[in-house]
């Protein structure tokens, strides 16, 4: 066993690291979010405001902007959940030969460039893109789909880029039910429905909820996949921070944003811990 | 409660045959285990009953009706497994509820019948606890009122003492045995312990190698076993062989053995079992002319028993079994002793191949 002081030891090298470029960075941010910005002069440095914080529950853009985040994290999660499921219950339940392959799909696209796989999809889904031809060629419509530069695109993109992260964590919880439990409720008299409902769903609840906070966090806070799929237009949380940053050189803004959704996301994975506590407490 | 019966049943796992033509009757009410070594396909043939591996030829009649294509939960069994396999997320008493609930019982009538399965296995004032607060006999125990409680017509058991340590096996075996005396439901048990099948069945079925060996009652397979296997799979034998002479066996120049019944031809090779408690060990002044010399060459004390390795003449060695009470005579390594072997527990079976 390592004890309390070679541990500090052990953790030290990374602990600075990440204070001088995380924390400190991090924290010299705060004051900015409190400063006023005025356009053509920058950052006014003397007096305080938490306009910064009000308008984003008060302006009508940024309220959309932020409802929109969390409508498309809820959703990818969702998507995520049902289509994971049953590849995940496959590669676990499944012929153990047909195993590896299809762990191998799944990981597959994770070793592959995030732009890449992004930019894979705008050519599939833009407005003269491989889809819509296929579909107008065949007669199923007249004008090109909307797949692109909004919420669509965007669920579709986020959906495929995060789907391997909610298998991999399904197949760990799915693994850790016995089979034997399973067999028992079948002689008990349970149909295969009922087996899943009443025994290996409530068995997987832990990797289901960590599953989804994982996809949840990684999409609300996703920026290269937004701006591609999503446009210059279409926005989410993350891409309107690195706009109020990088084009509006409103720091004081940019920085009350990414607060709110750090906060949010702190939020979220504290409340659903709590869950999992009560829910694996029970499992 | 009904009958159990197997035809022809065989299991093939990629070109292995797990279970060969395996044909068994179990009576109503009867309780029958199956034992064997590990790999012999016993728990093939358990999980073929329960239904949760497909044969691959024969069928499966329960109470007359052939269950062979049916599911596991059509089949209206109790299956208590090694492992115990309690649902982790639900009570003790949502446990044994699960069966009724699946017939469905509601209610009082449900209420009462899991407090009657709990009470059974000595559980009442457990029902709200969760499984891991329990500790692994009371497991077992919630896992058998969870088989019973449904009053399956087949309670099947796959080996569920290997689990327990010695002390809790020994206390569980009586509980069973309990159990089986007050249910009277068609039982099959699966176990590689010998005194647990032994102790607990009306028959016994003696597996190896995908075959059923002997299928006798606990007495007959220990006393009378038909095969060289069942011979030496059960008790502690010594096993020796020599050539049939009249009415003795010759295993090596002045070695004679005389067992009481011999039914092999004159000139025979046959193999002789002798059990290590069968033994009783003379000292040198009182040999009776039946004794077979021997020297001691190793003891060990382990409690109630005192093992010895002795040595014959041709220099085969057997090892005896004595009780360690403290007016035995005791031997030392190098004693000359008499071997007194009781002939009604020489087996005697022809030299097989």
């Known amino acids: 066993m390592v004890n309390l002081r070679s541990g500090l030891l052990l953790l030290a090298p990374l602990a600075l690291v990440l204070v001088a470029s995380f924390a400190i960075p991090l924290i010299m941010l705060v004051p900015t979010s409190f400063r006023e910005y005025s356009p053509g002069h920058g950052i006014i440095t003397d007096g305080w405001t938490i306009r910064n914080y009000l308008n984003i529950l008060t302006d009508d853009y940024y309220r959309e902007v932020v409802v929109r985040t969390a409508w498309l994290g809820i959703s990818v999660t969702g998507l995520c959940l049902l289509l994971g499921y049953p590849v995940a219950y496959l590669i676990v339940r499944g012929n153990p030969r047909w195993r590896l392959p299809l762990v191998m799909l799944v990981i597959f696209p994770l070793m592959l460039n995030l732009v890449v ?26 004008r090109p789909l909307k797949l692109i530069f ?24 799915l693994q850790n039910v016995p089979r034997d439990v399973e067999a028992a409720a079948a002689t008990l008299g349970s149909s295969r429905f009922h087996i899943f409902r009443a025994i290996t769903l409530p068995l997987t609840a832990p990797g289901i909820i960590s599953g989804s906070i994982l996809v949840f966090v990684l999409t609300i806070s996703a920026l290269v996949t937004p701006r591609m799929l999503g446009g210059p237009v279409y926005q989410v949380m993350a891409t309107l921070i690195y706009d109020e940053y990088m084009q509006l050189l409103d720091w004081p803004s940019g920085a009350a944003l990414s607060f709110s959704l750090a906060f949010a996301t ?13 829910w694996a407490g029970l499992a | 409660m ?85 649902f982790p997320h639900m009570t003790v008493f949502e446990n044994v509820a699960f069966g009724l609930r699946r017939k469905k019982e509601r209610g009082s009538e449900l209420e009462s019948r899991v407090n009657e399965a709990l009470a059974l296995v000595r559980l009442d004032g457990y029902a709200e606890r969760y499984p891991r607060q329990l500790s ?99 008790g502690k034998p010594n096993q020796l062989s020599g050539v049939v002479k009249g009415q003795s066996v010759e295993i090596s120049d002045g070695v004679v053995l005389k067992p009481s019944s011999l039914d092999a031809k004159n000139g025979q090779t046959v193999d002789v079992f002798i059990r290590q408690e069968a033994v009783s060990l003379l000292a040198k002044g009182n040999m009776s002319s039946d004794a077979v010399a021997a020297t001691i060459a190793l003891r060990s004390f382990s409690g109630a028993q005192i093992q010895y390795v002795v040595r014959l003449s041709n220099g085969s060695e057997l090892v005896v079994e004595a009780p360690s009470a403290a007016s035995a005579t005791n031997f030392e390594p190098g004693d000359t002793v008499g071997l007194d072997i009781r002939p009604d527990d020489m087996i005697v079976l022809p030299r097989e191949g």
């Open chain 1, 117 to 142: 796989r992004s930019f894979g999809w705008i050519v599939l889904l833009s407005n003269r893109g491989l889809i819509n031809n296929l579909l107008i060629d065949i007669g199923l419509i007249e």
């Open chain 1, 150 to 173: 909004n919420l669509t695109g965007m669920l579709i993109g986020l959906t495929h880029i995060y789907l391997p992260f909610m298998v991999l964590m399904l197949v760990a919880s």
């Open chain 1, 266 to 278: 702190v939020l979220i994975i504290w409340l659903s811990s709590r869950m999992t506590k009560r």
């Open chain 2, 2 to 86: 009904s009958d159990l019966s197997l035809q022809r049943l065989a299991k093939t796992y990629d070109g292995h045959q797990a279970v060969r033509d395996v044909n068994l009757t179990i009576g109503e009410g009867e309780f029958v285990s199956l034992l064997g070594p590990s790999g012999c396909g016993k728990t093939t043939i358990l999980r073929m009953v329960a239904g949760l591996i497909t044969p691959t030829g024969g069928s499966i009649q329960i109470g007359g009706r052939d269950v062979t294509a049916l599911p596991p939960n059509k089949r209206n069994i109790g299956l208590v497994f090694q492992s115990y396999a309690l």
């Open chain 2, 136 to 234: 692994g006999g009371q497991q077992q125990r919630v896992a058998m009122a969870r088989a019973i409680a449904p009053r399956p017509s087949l309670l099947l058991f796959d080996e569920p003492l290997s689990n327990l340590d010695a002390k809790l096996r020994d206390e569980m075996q009586i509980e069973l045995k309990r159990l089986q005396r007050d249910l009277t439901i068609t039982t099959l048990f699966v176990t590689h312990d010998q005194t647990e099948a032994l102790s607990l069945s009306d028959r016994v079925c003696v597996m190896h190698d995908g075959i059923i060996q002997q299928y006798d009652t606990p007495e007959e397979v220990y006393r009378r076993p038909k095969t060289a296997f069942v011979a030496s799979f059960i």
